[in-house]
């Protein structure tokens, strides 16, 4: 593995930290050129994507100490080392989501709508950044499977797909519909290779159990759309 992919002195550059600022920029970079679909202009989701990314990275990190708690109590001085890793996404998606809705909420947007733009492009830089876990060696998998490369190679095709019924007709919360479920699923099967994650819930992992509730949120939004869609096609 390649922790420090770059070094000069006491300079240290961290696979880990690069991949998630190449992520971040080009999660920006392909959302802002799609700000003409709500008229609006690059520098609103450049403020909104620095919104979600600082309260992500808390959020992330908070859920991962809380989740090895003892090992922070024991070493207090790990708490700000995120170059050894240590984000658990669905903490960032809950911190990301709660604070991108306030922004949107603030800035009277139509909330549903900007998600479905942005989950597409959320679904590519998770790709990015397991990249970076396996240069970083965290997340590895059982038997020496790189399941950090299989779980990126799932999220990409995950973003393919959402930008393929993006090209379509569909009613606002699809797309944000089908990231959950299509993204739970990648997590559920993924645990099943990782080495990382005890499996205390029946043989399950926490993240398993976590996966099976995000499944099943997605699957209820989606058949509120399913209903909302049926009401309004017998009301016409």
Not at 98 to 121: H, N, V, W
Request: hydrophobic letters at 55%; aromatic letters at 16%.
């Amino acid at each position: 593995m390649y922790p420090v992919i770059f070094q000069f002195g006491f300079i240290q550059i961290y696979s880990y930290g690069l991949m998630l600022v190449f992520a971040f920029w080009i999660f920006v970079f392909l959302l802002t050129r799609q700000a003409p679909a709500l008229n609006l202009t690059n520098d609103f989701f450049w403020n909104l994507s620095l919104v979600i990314l600082l309260a992500g990275i808390v959020s992330a990190r908070l859920a991962y100490i809380a989740l090895n708690l003892r090992f922070f109590l024991d070493n207090p001085q790990e708490v700000f080392m995120l170059w050894h890793g240590g984000l658990i996404w669905y903490g960032a998606f809950l911190g990301g989501l709660l604070s991108g809705s306030i922004y949107l909420k603030r800035r009277k947007m139509p909330l549903l709508k900007t998600l479905d733009l942005i989950m597409p492009y959320l679904a590519l830089s998770q790709a990015i950044g397991r990249i970076g876990c396996f240069l970083n060696g965290c997340c590895y998998g059982r038997f020496f499977i790189p399941a950090q490369l299989f779980s990126s190679f799932g999220l990409l095709i995950i973003f393919v797909i959402l930008r393929l019924l993006q090209g379509r007709t569909y009613r606002q919360g699809f797309i944000l519909a089908c990231y959950l479920i299509a993204v739970s699923l990648e997590r559920f099967i993924e645990e099943f290779l990782r080495g990382d994650s005890p499996r205390n819930f029946g043989g399950l992992t926490i993240f398993q159990v976590i996966s099976i509730a995000v499944f099943l949120s997605g699957i209820l939004l989606w058949s509120i759309i399913l209903k909302s869609a049926k009401k309004a096609r017998e009301s016409a």
